[in-house]
């Protein structure tokens, strides 16, 4: 939700659609294959589906086209088709998906600033932190 609510105060009716429309917008975001195809394009624009089948290891064709159809619906990437034969097809990050990039992107950094360390695992600091807060 976008703004924060008194515990003693119900949640409007407003605050709750914002609630839902976020919840719904994560759900899809955070598919599996989702966040690599976005990833790909961010890299390199327009691409056609065998070289982003190339770039994201393991991803299968069915996999990719449906994210890639999903992408499309909600205006994150549009697909291009040329009249040629044979047809060629070309995928592209929209601005709206231009800035979901950005937005990815500030969230890669800060899970590399919190989670990546150079000789710890996300649980060793998670014992560091509950080690801290017992001392005080």
């Known amino acids: 939700m976008s703004k924060l609510t008194p515990v003693d ?3 409007t009716k407003e605050q709750s659609e914002e609630c839902h429309l976020l919840h719904s917008a994560w ?4 598919k599996v294959w989702t966040l690599p195809v976005i990833h790909a394009l961010s890299l390199k624009q327009p691409a056609r ?8 290891q393991n991803i299968s064709a069915t996999s990719l086209a449906e994210r890639l159809n999903e992408l499309d619906q909600r205006k994150v990437i549009e697909r ?13 990050l929209t601005k709206k998906g231009v800035e979901l990039s950005v937005i990815l992107g500030s969230m890669a950094d800060w899970v590399m600033k919190w989670d ?4 710890n695992t996300p649980r060793a600091n998670d014992e560091k932190v509950r080690a801290a807060v017992r001392s005080k």
């Open 9 to 11: 105060q119900d949640i």
């Open 27 to 30: 759900n899809d975001l955070t």
């Open 49 to 56: 589906f065998n070289e982003l089948k190339r770039r994201i």
């Open 80 to 92: 291009k088709v040329y009249p040629e034969t044979p047809p060629r097809v070309e995928y592209a």
């Open 116 to 119: 990546k360390s150079s000789n």
